[in-house]
Protein backbone atom coordinates (compact mmCIF):
# COMPACT_ATOMS: atom_id res chain seq x y z
CA UNK A 1 0.00 0.00 0.00
CA UNK A 2 1.14 3.43 -1.04
CA UNK A 3 2.40 5.78 1.74
CA UNK A 4 0.45 8.82 2.25
CA UNK A 5 1.82 12.18 1.00
CA UNK A 6 3.68 14.76 3.22
CA UNK A 7 1.13 16.92 3.04
CA UNK A 8 -1.85 14.64 4.38
CA UNK A 9 0.00 13.55 7.52
CA UNK A 10 -1.32 14.42 10.90
CA UNK A 11 -0.46 18.44 11.61
CA UNK A 12 0.76 18.59 15.26
CA UNK A 13 1.53 21.78 16.92
CA UNK A 14 5.05 22.43 18.26
CA UNK A 15 5.09 24.02 22.11
CA UNK A 16 5.44 27.49 20.57
CA UNK A 17 2.54 26.80 17.82
CA UNK A 18 0.12 25.77 21.02
CA UNK A 19 1.00 28.55 22.93
CA UNK A 20 0.12 30.73 20.63
CA UNK A 21 -3.49 28.76 19.97
CA UNK A 22 -3.26 29.24 23.97
CA UNK A 23 -2.89 32.86 23.66
CA UNK A 24 -5.86 33.14 21.73
CA UNK A 25 -8.30 31.09 24.01
CA UNK A 26 -7.36 32.80 27.26
CA UNK A 27 -8.10 36.40 26.24
CA UNK A 28 -11.13 35.74 24.58
CA UNK A 29 -12.57 33.88 27.40
CA UNK A 30 -11.33 36.57 29.63
CA UNK A 31 -12.54 38.97 27.25
CA UNK A 32 -16.21 37.03 27.88
CA UNK A 33 -15.83 37.00 31.83
CA UNK A 34 -14.94 40.52 31.73
CA UNK A 35 -18.61 41.05 31.15
CA UNK A 36 -19.90 38.82 33.55
CA UNK A 37 -17.72 40.54 36.62
CA UNK A 38 -18.60 43.92 35.44
CA UNK A 39 -22.29 43.37 35.02
CA UNK A 40 -23.54 43.09 39.11
CA UNK A 41 -21.68 47.37 38.99
CA UNK A 42 -21.95 48.41 35.37
CA UNK A 43 -24.68 45.99 34.06
CA UNK A 44 -24.40 44.69 30.76
CA UNK A 45 -25.38 47.58 28.01
CA UNK A 46 -23.53 48.21 24.86
CA UNK A 47 -21.20 50.80 26.51
CA UNK A 48 -19.92 48.00 29.00
CA UNK A 49 -19.58 45.72 26.26
CA UNK A 50 -17.96 48.68 23.42
CA UNK A 51 -15.55 49.20 26.70
CA UNK A 52 -14.74 45.65 27.74
CA UNK A 53 -13.78 45.39 23.64
CA UNK A 54 -11.96 48.13 22.95
CA UNK A 55 -9.96 47.90 26.17
CA UNK A 56 -8.99 44.07 25.60
CA UNK A 57 -8.21 45.25 21.72
CA UNK A 58 -6.10 48.33 22.92
CA UNK A 59 -4.41 45.83 25.77
CA UNK A 60 -3.51 43.59 22.82
CA UNK A 61 -2.25 46.13 20.14
CA UNK A 62 0.08 47.63 22.56
CA UNK A 63 1.27 44.04 23.70
CA UNK A 64 1.81 43.41 20.04
CA UNK A 65 3.60 46.64 19.50
CA UNK A 66 5.85 45.89 22.48
CA UNK A 67 7.10 42.24 21.83
CA UNK A 68 7.33 43.30 18.23
CA UNK A 69 10.23 45.44 18.99
CA UNK A 70 11.98 42.72 21.24
CA UNK A 71 10.96 39.91 19.75
CA UNK A 72 14.73 39.44 17.46
CA UNK A 73 16.15 39.48 20.53
CA UNK A 74 14.09 38.38 23.14
CA UNK A 75 11.98 35.70 22.22
CA UNK A 76 12.50 32.13 23.18
CA UNK A 77 10.56 29.77 24.80
CA UNK A 78 11.88 30.68 28.25
CA UNK A 79 10.41 33.94 27.16
CA UNK A 80 7.27 32.68 26.48
CA UNK A 81 7.26 30.61 29.67
CA UNK A 82 7.47 33.82 31.49
CA UNK A 83 4.69 36.03 29.98
CA UNK A 84 2.36 33.22 30.44
CA UNK A 85 3.50 32.78 34.50
CA UNK A 86 3.17 36.54 34.60
CA UNK A 87 -0.20 36.50 33.18
CA UNK A 88 -1.32 34.00 35.35
CA UNK A 89 -0.01 35.63 38.21
CA UNK A 90 -2.04 38.96 37.50
CA UNK A 91 -5.30 36.02 37.45
CA UNK A 92 -4.82 35.21 40.76
CA UNK A 93 -4.58 38.73 41.98
CA UNK A 94 -7.83 39.48 40.37
CA UNK A 95 -9.50 36.38 41.98
CA UNK A 96 -8.94 38.43 45.21
CA UNK A 97 -9.20 41.98 44.26
CA UNK A 98 -11.52 42.23 41.60
CA UNK A 99 -14.76 42.59 43.34
CA UNK A 100 -13.11 45.06 45.67
CA UNK A 101 -11.62 47.33 42.95
CA UNK A 102 -15.15 47.26 41.05
CA UNK A 103 -16.47 48.48 44.71
CA UNK A 104 -14.07 51.17 44.63
CA UNK A 105 -14.55 52.43 41.39
CA UNK A 106 -18.39 52.52 41.11
CA UNK A 107 -18.55 55.73 42.70
CA UNK A 108 -15.97 57.98 40.68
CA UNK A 109 -16.91 60.78 39.33
CA UNK A 110 -17.14 59.44 35.32
CA UNK A 111 -20.29 60.09 32.71
CA UNK A 112 -21.90 56.81 33.25
CA UNK A 113 -21.19 55.31 30.09
CA UNK A 114 -17.47 55.37 30.42
CA UNK A 115 -17.54 54.72 33.80
CA UNK A 116 -16.48 50.97 33.11
CA UNK A 117 -13.11 51.80 31.63
CA UNK A 118 -11.42 52.38 35.03
CA UNK A 119 -12.01 48.84 36.23
CA UNK A 120 -12.08 47.29 33.15
CA UNK A 121 -9.01 48.68 32.42
CA UNK A 122 -7.00 48.19 35.81
CA UNK A 123 -8.55 44.32 36.17
CA UNK A 124 -7.39 42.90 32.48
CA UNK A 125 -5.29 45.40 30.65
CA UNK A 126 -1.97 44.10 31.96
CA UNK A 127 -2.57 40.13 31.65
CA UNK A 128 -4.18 40.99 28.52
CA UNK A 129 -0.75 42.87 27.39
CA UNK A 130 1.10 40.17 28.60
CA UNK A 131 -1.25 37.59 26.34
CA UNK A 132 -0.31 40.01 23.31
CA UNK A 133 3.64 39.46 23.71
CA UNK A 134 2.78 36.14 22.21
CA UNK A 135 1.91 36.29 18.91
CA UNK A 136 4.53 38.28 17.66
CA UNK A 137 7.32 35.84 20.23
CA UNK A 138 5.65 33.10 18.02
CA UNK A 139 6.18 34.73 14.69
CA UNK A 140 9.92 34.91 15.53
CA UNK A 141 10.39 31.65 16.87
CA UNK A 142 8.00 29.18 14.23
CA UNK A 143 9.49 27.58 11.56
CA UNK A 144 8.56 28.52 8.34
CA UNK A 145 9.53 29.15 5.12
CA UNK A 146 9.15 32.36 4.96
CA UNK A 147 8.08 35.84 7.41
CA UNK A 148 4.82 36.15 5.36
CA UNK A 149 4.48 32.01 6.33
CA UNK A 150 4.93 32.56 9.92
CA UNK A 151 3.23 35.32 10.24
CA UNK A 152 -0.19 33.47 8.59
CA UNK A 153 0.60 30.40 10.90
CA UNK A 154 0.67 32.74 14.04
CA UNK A 155 -2.86 34.45 13.00
CA UNK A 156 -4.52 31.60 12.37
CA UNK A 157 -3.57 29.63 15.35
CA UNK A 158 -4.43 32.77 17.35
CA UNK A 159 -7.50 33.19 15.70
CA UNK A 160 -8.59 29.85 16.23
CA UNK A 161 -7.74 29.96 19.81
CA UNK A 162 -10.15 32.96 20.63
CA UNK A 163 -12.79 31.03 18.42
CA UNK A 164 -12.45 27.89 20.78
CA UNK A 165 -12.43 30.58 24.11
CA UNK A 166 -15.60 32.07 23.02
CA UNK A 167 -17.66 28.84 22.19
CA UNK A 168 -16.11 26.89 25.15
CA UNK A 169 -16.33 29.90 27.93
CA UNK A 170 -19.91 31.20 26.77
CA UNK A 171 -21.69 27.85 26.33
CA UNK A 172 -19.53 24.87 28.94
CA UNK A 173 -17.87 27.52 31.48
CA UNK A 174 -20.17 30.39 31.72
CA UNK A 175 -23.23 27.68 32.78
CA UNK A 176 -21.12 25.28 34.59
CA UNK A 177 -18.65 27.91 36.86
CA UNK A 178 -19.12 31.15 38.69
CA UNK A 179 -16.50 33.79 37.16
CA UNK A 180 -14.41 32.99 39.99
CA UNK A 181 -14.12 29.29 38.78
CA UNK A 182 -13.47 30.59 35.30
CA UNK A 183 -10.76 33.11 35.95
CA UNK A 184 -9.21 29.97 38.17
CA UNK A 185 -9.79 27.88 35.61
CA UNK A 186 -8.18 29.88 32.77
CA UNK A 187 -5.31 30.75 35.70
CA UNK A 188 -4.56 26.95 35.63
CA UNK A 189 -4.24 27.09 31.60
CA UNK A 190 -1.68 29.36 31.47
CA UNK A 191 0.37 27.47 34.41
CA UNK A 192 0.29 24.38 32.34
CA UNK A 193 1.16 26.17 29.17
CA UNK A 194 3.98 27.79 30.98
CA UNK A 195 5.08 24.07 32.43
CA UNK A 196 4.99 22.97 28.79
CA UNK A 197 7.32 25.83 27.55
CA UNK A 198 10.07 26.05 30.27
CA UNK A 199 13.26 24.56 29.13
CA UNK A 200 14.22 21.96 31.71
CA UNK A 201 17.63 23.62 32.93
CA UNK A 202 15.70 26.80 34.12
CA UNK A 203 15.39 26.57 37.72
CA UNK A 204 14.59 30.08 38.22
CA UNK A 205 11.51 30.40 35.82
CA UNK A 206 10.54 26.77 37.35
CA UNK A 207 10.90 28.26 40.68
CA UNK A 208 8.65 31.06 39.78
CA UNK A 209 6.66 28.76 38.42
CA UNK A 210 6.03 27.02 41.24
CA UNK A 211 5.58 30.03 42.98
CA UNK A 212 2.59 31.40 41.25
CA UNK A 213 1.25 28.19 41.18
CA UNK A 214 1.02 28.01 45.03
CA UNK A 215 -0.07 32.03 44.55
CA UNK A 216 -3.24 30.68 42.45
CA UNK A 217 -4.33 28.30 44.22
CA UNK A 218 -4.55 30.68 47.79
CA UNK A 219 -6.46 33.06 45.96
CA UNK A 220 -8.73 30.78 44.86
CA UNK A 221 -9.41 29.59 48.06
CA UNK A 222 -9.83 32.94 49.58
CA UNK A 223 -12.20 34.15 46.61
CA UNK A 224 -14.09 31.07 47.31
CA UNK A 225 -14.27 32.04 51.13
CA UNK A 226 -15.58 35.17 50.08
CA UNK A 227 -18.24 34.10 48.24
CA UNK A 228 -19.31 31.70 50.48
CA UNK A 229 -19.10 32.97 54.33
CA UNK A 230 -22.39 35.11 53.46
CA UNK A 231 -24.88 33.37 55.32
CA UNK A 232 -27.18 35.12 53.98
CA UNK A 233 -26.69 34.20 50.31
CA UNK A 234 -29.08 30.91 49.91
CA UNK A 235 -27.67 30.37 46.18
CA UNK A 236 -25.86 31.95 43.51
CA UNK A 237 -24.21 30.67 40.24
CA UNK A 238 -23.57 32.37 36.68
CA UNK A 239 -26.05 31.27 34.49
CA UNK A 240 -25.96 31.48 30.51
CA UNK A 241 -27.63 35.21 30.82
CA UNK A 242 -26.71 36.60 34.30
CA UNK A 243 -25.48 35.93 37.44
CA UNK A 244 -28.62 35.34 39.79
CA UNK A 245 -28.37 35.32 43.63
CA UNK A 246 -30.93 34.39 45.80
CA UNK A 247 -30.44 36.53 49.10
CA UNK A 248 -32.86 35.46 52.84
CA UNK A 249 -33.17 38.86 54.53
CA UNK A 250 -35.32 39.27 57.69
CA UNK A 251 -37.59 37.08 56.75
CA UNK A 252 -37.77 37.92 53.10
CA UNK A 253 -35.95 36.16 50.08
CA UNK A 254 -34.95 37.97 47.06
CA UNK A 255 -33.66 36.99 43.51
CA UNK A 256 -30.91 39.02 42.67
CA UNK A 257 -30.30 39.32 38.85
CA UNK A 258 -27.13 40.93 38.04
CA UNK A 259 -27.01 42.76 41.32
CA UNK A 260 -30.75 44.42 40.73
CA UNK A 261 -33.55 43.00 42.95
CA UNK A 262 -35.45 41.52 40.65
CA UNK A 263 -38.52 39.41 42.58
CA UNK A 264 -38.86 38.72 46.26
CA UNK A 265 -41.20 36.39 48.46
CA UNK A 266 -41.95 37.10 52.00
CA UNK A 267 -41.32 33.34 53.52
CA UNK A 268 -43.68 33.80 56.36
CA UNK A 269 -46.44 34.57 53.71
CA UNK A 270 -45.38 33.69 50.01
CA UNK A 271 -48.62 34.84 48.37
CA UNK A 272 -48.16 38.49 49.81
CA UNK A 273 -46.08 40.51 47.46
CA UNK A 274 -43.39 42.28 48.54
CA UNK A 275 -42.63 44.70 46.17
CA UNK A 276 -45.82 47.02 45.27
CA UNK A 277 -44.81 47.60 41.35
CA UNK A 278 -46.31 43.53 40.87
CA UNK A 279 -50.06 45.17 42.74
CA UNK A 280 -50.03 46.97 39.63
CA UNK A 281 -51.00 43.75 37.32
CA UNK A 282 -53.92 43.55 38.80
CA UNK A 283 -54.71 46.44 36.85
CA UNK A 284 -55.61 44.76 33.98
CA UNK A 285 -58.40 42.53 35.97
CA UNK A 286 -60.51 46.51 35.90
CA UNK A 287 -59.23 47.57 31.94
CA UNK A 288 -60.47 43.59 30.91
CA UNK A 289 -63.23 41.54 31.16
CA UNK A 290 -63.91 37.75 31.59
CA UNK A 291 -60.00 37.21 31.68
CA UNK A 292 -59.78 33.01 30.90
CA UNK A 293 -55.93 33.30 29.91
CA UNK A 294 -53.24 35.33 31.41
CA UNK A 295 -49.39 35.39 29.54
CA UNK A 296 -46.35 36.74 31.81
CA UNK A 297 -43.01 37.40 29.44
CA UNK A 298 -40.50 37.19 32.52
CA UNK A 299 -40.81 34.69 35.78
CA UNK A 300 -38.27 35.98 38.03
CA UNK A 301 -39.32 34.48 41.34
CA UNK A 302 -42.87 34.13 39.89
CA UNK A 303 -44.42 36.29 42.33
CA UNK A 304 -47.46 37.58 40.10
CA UNK A 305 -47.84 34.48 38.22
CA UNK A 306 -48.32 32.28 41.69
CA UNK A 307 -50.93 35.23 42.93
CA UNK A 308 -52.96 35.19 39.36
CA UNK A 309 -53.09 31.08 39.54
CA UNK A 310 -54.38 31.49 43.17
CA UNK A 311 -56.93 34.40 42.58
CA UNK A 312 -58.39 33.79 39.29
CA UNK A 313 -60.29 31.11 37.64
CA UNK A 314 -57.85 31.34 34.56
CA UNK A 315 -54.92 29.39 32.49
CA UNK A 316 -51.46 30.96 33.42
CA UNK A 317 -48.66 30.92 30.61
CA UNK A 318 -45.35 32.00 31.88
CA UNK A 319 -42.70 32.49 29.25
CA UNK A 320 -39.16 32.88 30.66
CA UNK A 321 -35.94 32.70 28.35
CA UNK A 322 -33.39 31.76 31.55
CA UNK A 323 -33.62 28.13 32.25
CA UNK A 324 -31.86 28.26 35.76
CA UNK A 325 -34.44 31.20 36.76
CA UNK A 326 -37.17 28.29 36.28
CA UNK A 327 -35.17 26.11 37.94
CA UNK A 328 -34.20 28.20 41.23
CA UNK A 329 -37.98 29.18 41.23
CA UNK A 330 -39.33 26.27 41.44
CA UNK A 331 -36.78 25.26 43.84
CA UNK A 332 -36.63 28.18 46.41
CA UNK A 333 -39.65 30.44 45.59
CA UNK A 334 -42.43 27.64 45.99
CA UNK A 335 -42.92 27.30 42.26
CA UNK A 336 -44.45 24.36 40.70
CA UNK A 337 -46.55 24.07 37.56
CA UNK A 338 -49.85 22.74 37.18
CA UNK A 339 -53.05 22.40 34.77
CA UNK A 340 -53.65 26.03 35.53
CA UNK A 341 -49.66 27.81 35.57
CA UNK A 342 -47.59 26.79 32.40
CA UNK A 343 -43.74 27.63 32.04
CA UNK A 344 -42.32 27.47 28.72
CA UNK A 345 -38.38 28.31 28.85
CA UNK A 346 -37.97 30.36 25.64
CA UNK A 347 -37.83 34.14 24.62
CA UNK A 348 -41.09 36.11 24.88
CA UNK A 349 -41.23 37.22 21.23
CA UNK A 350 -40.49 33.68 19.85
CA UNK A 351 -43.38 32.30 21.61
CA UNK A 352 -45.71 34.84 20.89
CA UNK A 353 -44.54 33.87 17.20
CA UNK A 354 -45.12 30.84 17.27
CA UNK A 355 -48.17 30.00 19.46
CA UNK A 356 -52.13 30.08 18.30
CA UNK A 357 -52.86 31.38 21.91
CA UNK A 358 -54.61 34.51 22.22
CA UNK A 359 -54.15 36.41 25.66
CA UNK A 360 -56.95 38.24 27.75
CA UNK A 361 -53.96 40.06 29.62
CA UNK A 362 -50.42 39.76 28.95
CA UNK A 363 -47.43 41.44 31.22
CA UNK A 364 -44.43 42.32 30.45
CA UNK A 365 -41.71 42.09 33.25
CA UNK A 366 -38.47 41.39 31.58
CA UNK A 367 -37.13 44.64 31.64
CA UNK A 368 -34.73 46.08 33.85
CA UNK A 369 -32.96 49.28 35.38
CA UNK A 370 -29.63 48.69 33.59
CA UNK A 371 -31.01 47.19 30.62
CA UNK A 372 -34.30 46.01 28.56
CA UNK A 373 -34.52 43.14 25.93
CA UNK A 374 -34.77 45.87 22.72
CA UNK A 375 -36.73 43.42 20.45
CA UNK A 376 -39.41 43.86 23.41
CA UNK A 377 -40.08 47.43 23.16
CA UNK A 378 -40.50 48.18 19.42
CA UNK A 379 -43.57 48.70 17.84
CA UNK A 380 -43.24 45.60 15.55
CA UNK A 381 -43.02 43.76 19.11
CA UNK A 382 -46.18 45.56 20.72
CA UNK A 383 -48.04 45.03 17.14
CA UNK A 384 -47.67 41.17 17.83
CA UNK A 385 -48.51 41.26 21.52
CA UNK A 386 -52.02 43.28 20.02
CA UNK A 387 -52.58 40.88 17.89
CA UNK A 388 -52.29 37.83 20.27
CA UNK A 389 -54.62 39.55 22.54
CA UNK A 390 -58.31 39.34 22.35
CA UNK A 391 -60.56 42.41 21.40
CA UNK A 392 -60.36 43.59 24.40
CA UNK A 393 -57.18 42.50 25.56
CA UNK A 394 -55.16 44.72 27.68
CA UNK A 395 -51.32 44.66 27.93
CA UNK A 396 -49.12 45.35 31.32
CA UNK A 397 -45.80 46.48 30.42
CA UNK A 398 -43.31 47.12 33.66
CA UNK A 399 -40.67 50.02 32.79
CA UNK A 400 -37.98 51.26 34.78
CA UNK A 401 -37.24 54.81 34.85
CA UNK A 402 -37.76 58.07 36.37
CA UNK A 403 -40.93 60.03 35.91
CA UNK A 404 -39.89 63.16 34.50
CA UNK A 405 -36.99 65.01 33.37
CA UNK A 406 -33.88 63.63 31.14
CA UNK A 407 -33.81 60.51 32.42
CA UNK A 408 -37.38 59.44 31.69
CA UNK A 409 -35.97 59.04 28.45
CA UNK A 410 -36.88 55.50 28.32
CA UNK A 411 -40.26 55.65 29.55
CA UNK A 412 -41.40 58.14 27.57
CA UNK A 413 -39.85 56.08 24.13
CA UNK A 414 -41.75 53.36 25.56
CA UNK A 415 -45.17 55.19 25.95
CA UNK A 416 -44.93 56.57 22.42
CA UNK A 417 -43.78 53.07 20.97
CA UNK A 418 -47.00 51.73 22.58
CA UNK A 419 -49.63 54.66 22.09
CA UNK A 420 -48.78 53.88 18.51
CA UNK A 421 -49.56 49.91 18.39
CA UNK A 422 -52.94 50.22 20.79
CA UNK A 423 -55.71 52.41 21.00
CA UNK A 424 -55.32 53.48 24.70
CA UNK A 425 -51.98 53.89 26.98
CA UNK A 426 -52.18 54.12 30.65
CA UNK A 427 -49.37 54.87 33.33
CA UNK A 428 -49.34 54.41 36.58
CA UNK A 429 -46.13 55.59 38.50
CA UNK A 430 -45.62 53.54 41.35
CA UNK A 431 -43.83 56.35 43.78
CA UNK A 432 -44.11 59.92 44.08
CA UNK A 433 -40.18 60.28 43.96
CA UNK A 434 -38.25 61.59 40.89
CA UNK A 435 -35.85 58.45 41.18
CA UNK A 436 -35.87 56.01 39.46
CA UNK A 437 -38.97 53.51 39.45
CA UNK A 438 -41.23 50.78 38.20
CA UNK A 439 -43.95 52.25 36.17
CA UNK A 440 -46.38 50.81 34.93
CA UNK A 441 -48.08 51.13 31.39
CA UNK A 442 -51.38 49.65 30.58
CA UNK A 443 -52.39 49.57 27.39
CA UNK A 444 -55.41 48.06 25.59
CA UNK A 445 -57.14 46.69 22.64
CA UNK A 446 -60.22 48.73 23.33
CA UNK A 447 -61.37 51.99 21.66
CA UNK A 448 -63.04 52.51 25.06
CA UNK A 449 -60.90 54.96 27.01
CA UNK A 450 -60.73 54.57 31.15
CA UNK A 451 -60.75 57.77 32.97
CA UNK A 452 -59.25 57.52 36.61
CA UNK A 453 -63.28 57.16 37.86
CA UNK A 454 -63.77 54.23 35.56
CA UNK A 455 -60.39 52.49 37.60
CA UNK A 456 -61.58 53.61 40.83
CA UNK A 457 -65.23 52.38 40.58
CA UNK A 458 -64.35 49.07 38.77
CA UNK A 459 -61.66 48.59 41.57
CA UNK A 460 -65.12 48.92 44.03
CA UNK A 461 -67.12 47.23 42.54
CA UNK A 462 -65.33 44.01 41.16
CA UNK A 463 -63.93 41.37 43.38
CA UNK A 464 -60.26 40.63 41.97
CA UNK A 465 -58.81 39.95 45.22
CA UNK A 466 -56.88 43.09 45.99
CA UNK A 467 -57.54 46.64 46.98
CA UNK A 468 -55.62 48.81 44.29
CA UNK A 469 -57.64 52.29 45.37
CA UNK A 470 -53.87 53.53 46.39
CA UNK A 471 -52.20 52.76 43.06
CA UNK A 472 -55.41 53.79 41.28
CA UNK A 473 -54.39 57.26 42.64
CA UNK A 474 -51.13 57.72 39.98
CA UNK A 475 -53.11 57.45 37.16
CA UNK A 476 -51.85 59.41 34.57
CA UNK A 477 -54.00 59.37 31.14
CA UNK A 478 -51.49 60.94 28.94
CA UNK A 479 -48.01 61.37 29.10
CA UNK A 480 -46.31 63.87 26.65
CA UNK A 481 -43.93 62.17 24.89
CA UNK A 482 -41.91 65.42 23.83
CA UNK A 483 -38.70 64.39 21.49
CA UNK A 484 -38.54 60.58 22.35
CA UNK A 485 -37.83 58.47 19.74
CA UNK A 486 -40.12 55.92 18.26
CA UNK A 487 -39.20 52.54 18.99
CA UNK A 488 -38.70 50.14 15.67
CA UNK A 489 -36.91 46.78 15.07
CA UNK A 490 -34.85 49.20 12.72
CA UNK A 491 -33.89 51.89 15.14
CA UNK A 492 -34.33 51.28 18.52
CA UNK A 493 -31.66 53.17 20.85
CA UNK A 494 -32.67 51.62 23.76
CA UNK A 495 -29.17 51.31 25.21
CA UNK A 496 -28.40 55.42 25.08
CA UNK A 497 -31.71 56.36 26.28
CA UNK A 498 -31.40 53.84 29.57
CA UNK A 499 -27.45 55.04 29.71
CA UNK A 500 -29.39 58.52 31.14
CA UNK A 501 -30.55 57.09 34.46
CA UNK A 502 -27.35 55.02 35.13
CA UNK A 503 -26.23 56.84 37.65
CA UNK A 504 -30.14 57.42 39.63
CA UNK A 505 -31.00 55.79 42.63
CA UNK A 506 -33.80 52.77 41.88
CA UNK A 507 -36.30 53.22 44.23
CA UNK A 508 -38.30 49.75 44.43
CA UNK A 509 -41.36 50.21 46.65
CA UNK A 510 -42.21 47.50 49.00
CA UNK A 511 -45.22 46.32 50.48
CA UNK A 512 -46.58 45.58 54.32
CA UNK A 513 -49.05 43.40 54.03
CA UNK A 514 -51.77 44.50 51.48
CA UNK A 515 -50.99 48.12 52.05
CA UNK A 516 -47.97 49.85 50.82
CA UNK A 517 -45.07 50.57 53.09
CA UNK A 518 -43.40 53.48 50.40
CA UNK A 519 -40.16 51.99 52.03
CA UNK A 520 -37.34 51.95 48.85
Known amino acids: MPSLPDSATAYVPT ?108 LFGPPTVLLGFISPYGAELVESKSVGDASGRVYALGTAGSIIGAFATTFLLVPTLGVVGIEFAYGLLLLGTAAILVPRRAQATWTALAIVTICLLGAYAVAGVGISVGSDVVYETQTQYQE ?5 DDGTRTMYLDGVPHSAMDKNDPDRYVFEYTRYFHLSMLAADDVDRVLFVGGGGFSGPKRFAKEYNATIDVVELDPAVIRNAKRYFDVSESEQLNIYNMDGREYLESTNATYDVVILDAYRADRAPIHLTTVEFMELVSERMDDDGVVVANVISARTGPRSAFYRAQYKTMERAFPQVYSFPTSPSGSLQNIELVATNSAENLTEADFARRNRERDIGIDLSGEIDFYQGHVTVGDAPLLTDNYAPVDSLLARQVDTQYVIERTDGNETAAAP
Open 244 to 248: LRIVD
Open 15 to 122: RVEFAVFVSGVASMGLEIVAGRQLAPSFGSSVYTWGSIIGVFLAALALGYWIAGRRAARNASEGALAAVFIGAALYVGLLLVFGDPLLQATDDLAIPPRLAPIVPITI
